[in-house]
């Protein structure tokens, strides 16, 4: 059974590098075909994709963190990561990573979810 | 970016009614459209995927139909374990986007 869980801060200060790393068990991060990824929800609000990463490395990014966002993930760990530089109070979230579907951008699996507050 | 503009925000209903959600996307999505249902605390769950595939386990009172611009979720008995804030997703293009969410509360 695929299982994935967030970990990292759950505080960050403003201006700083927001940073949460995925764990993988249950299968292999180096499968085939799937993309694995984070997508955010600011308290009471909605869903917002953040990213996808293929275990080879490519990325895709919201145009609107572009700037941002940085992914990567370590096959030898099955963890794939994420970083958000310069954060706001904007930024805080309940961050959840997630695997797409072979070939589809669905998200069949999430993690639990982790809050980060943004605050000084 | 294609927009995803869900309607009603939320809606009241009772055990056992029909409920219908509307998703509607800013341009041609064909039928890459998802949905998805979460609980308070939870993480989301893929109901349907495009358009109308059932997910492994979702009860068959739900259903989703549409096609190019406007889809839509249907809830035919609604139970009490349905209570919950429904989002559709576009799967035709990155960047992948969401509707804003429809809270299916109580009467």
């Known amino acids: 059974q695929l299982q994935l869980q967030e970990s990292g801060p759950g505080l960050v200060k403003p201006s700083e590098t927001l940073s949460l790393t995925c764990t993988v068990s249950?299968?292999?991060?180096?499968?085939?075909?799937?993309?694995w990824g984070w997508i955010r929800q600011p308290p009471g609000k909605g869903l917002e994709w953040i990213g996808s990463i293929f275990y080879s490395g490519s990325t895709y990014y919201n145009p609107s963190l572009q700037s941002r966002v940085t992914m990567s993930v370590d096959t030898s760990k099955n963890q794939f990561s994420l970083n958000l530089s310069s954060v706001t109070a904007a930024d805080t979230a309940v961050y959840y990573c997630?695997?797409?579907?072979?070939?589809?951008?669905?998200?069949?699996?999430w993690g639990q979810g982790t809050l980060v507050t943004v605050s000084s | 970016d294609i927009q995803m503009t869900q309607s009603p925000s939320s809606v009241s209903a009772s055990v056992g009614d029909r409920v219908t959600i509307t998703c509607r996307a800013s341009q041609d999505i064909s039928k890459w459209l998802g949905w998805y249902q979460q609980k308070a605390g939870k993480a989301p769950k893929l109901l349907i995927s495009a358009t109308s595939i059932l997910e492994s386990g979702v009860p068959s009172r739900f259903s989703g139909s549409g096609s190019g611009t406007d889809f839509t979720l249907t809830i035919s008995s609604l139970q009490p374990e349905d209570y919950a804030t429904y989002y559709c997703?576009?799967?035709?293009?990155?960047?992948?986007?969401f509707g804003g969410g429809t809270k299916v509360e109580m009467k």
């Open positions: 997703q576009q799967a035709k293009s990155h960047p992948l986007t």
């Open positions: 249950g299968a292999s991060l180096s499968s085939s075909g799937y993309y």
């Open positions: 997630a695997r797409r579907g072979p070939n589809s951008g669905y998200s069949y699996y």
